[in-house]
């Protein structure tokens, strides 16, 4: 190996003496990236003769605990999750793979990457059949029509902000309310209740759009006041340059 392991933290430089493995796979994870290692999701513990004392702060992260130790930072997450079938599933602890569905089974556990639903239908189809999650689809594919209106929206915004003539202020509160709005369905999908996610995107949608062809409406107006300034200076130029004309010749 050309590069050496480092410890994240230097509290998790004792675990890696024993677990290089979960380390390895932790290299790139979005923990490893904000500085999170493995007493941050584990607690500390005692390995006296190679054996863990499970000291009372030490999380082994026992299936039926995932949820609560991950919502331990990610509170809202866990609020949304934990109503759910899901949540109930992996709380019974069982040994089926297809029925463990705590947060890990969505984002893996060292290996988390950044929450793209994406990437995560795909893991939802290892447990359910494509017909059941219909209604899910749909609200992903509101949410990345959503997603595109914020963007045309923020890059509206930002390029008229920079000329003057048109005040963007009420646009830029619009785009910052559906961003804020767009945080939160990241965490409220986790309740899996379709029918008020889909009611909630379509509303911020229905926003952002608004807010975009306002801007359209008032730069096109803009525009054509600008562009009819412009004719008159033009006929007052062509007036005088045709009375010095007639003065000059008389
Ligand atoms: C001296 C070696 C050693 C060190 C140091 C060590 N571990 Fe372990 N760890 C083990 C072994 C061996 C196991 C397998 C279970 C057992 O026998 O206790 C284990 C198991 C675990 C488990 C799974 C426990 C379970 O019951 O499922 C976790 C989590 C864990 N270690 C985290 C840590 C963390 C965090 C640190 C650093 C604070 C750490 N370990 C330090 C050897 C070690
Ligand atoms: C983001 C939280 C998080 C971090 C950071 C983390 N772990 Fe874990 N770890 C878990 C969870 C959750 C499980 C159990 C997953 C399950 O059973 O679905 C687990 C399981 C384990 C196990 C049992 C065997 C296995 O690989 O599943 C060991 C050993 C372990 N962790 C050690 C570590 C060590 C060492 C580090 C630091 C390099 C670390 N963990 C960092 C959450 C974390
Ligand atoms: C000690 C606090 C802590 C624990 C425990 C923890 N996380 Fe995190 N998590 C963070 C931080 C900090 C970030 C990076 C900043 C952010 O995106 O919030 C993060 C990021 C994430 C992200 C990426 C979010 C995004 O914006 O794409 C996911 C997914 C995630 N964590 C899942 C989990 C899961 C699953 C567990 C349990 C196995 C867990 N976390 C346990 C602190 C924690
Ligand atoms: C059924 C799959 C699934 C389960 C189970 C699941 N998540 Fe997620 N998670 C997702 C999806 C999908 C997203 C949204 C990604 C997006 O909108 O691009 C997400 C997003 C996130 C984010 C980013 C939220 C933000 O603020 O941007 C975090 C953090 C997170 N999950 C943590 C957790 C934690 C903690 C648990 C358990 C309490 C959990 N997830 C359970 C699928 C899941
Ligand atoms: C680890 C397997 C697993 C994964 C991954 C998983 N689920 Fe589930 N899902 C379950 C289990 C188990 C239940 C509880 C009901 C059952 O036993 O079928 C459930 C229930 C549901 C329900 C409720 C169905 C009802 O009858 O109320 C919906 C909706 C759902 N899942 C959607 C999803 C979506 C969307 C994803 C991906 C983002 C996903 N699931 C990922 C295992 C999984």
Redesign the pocket.
Known sequence: MFWTLQAQEPE?A??L???EDQATAAVGSVHANADVG??AC?G??D?VN???RYLPGFR??RLRAVAQDCGRCHEAVFQSFQGTPHFASAARNPSELRLRSTCSACHGHHDTPKANRNAIQATCLGCHEASDLRPAQAVFVKLDLLDESLRRLGARVHALERRPGISVRASKEVLAAGEDHRRELRIAQHGLEWDALSARTDEAFGKSEQAYNSLDRRERAFAARRALGLAAFLLLLGTCAVLIHLRVRS
């Open positions: 998790d004792a675990c003496r024993c677990h493995c007493v584990h500390a513990d390995v190679g054996r863990h082994p992260s």
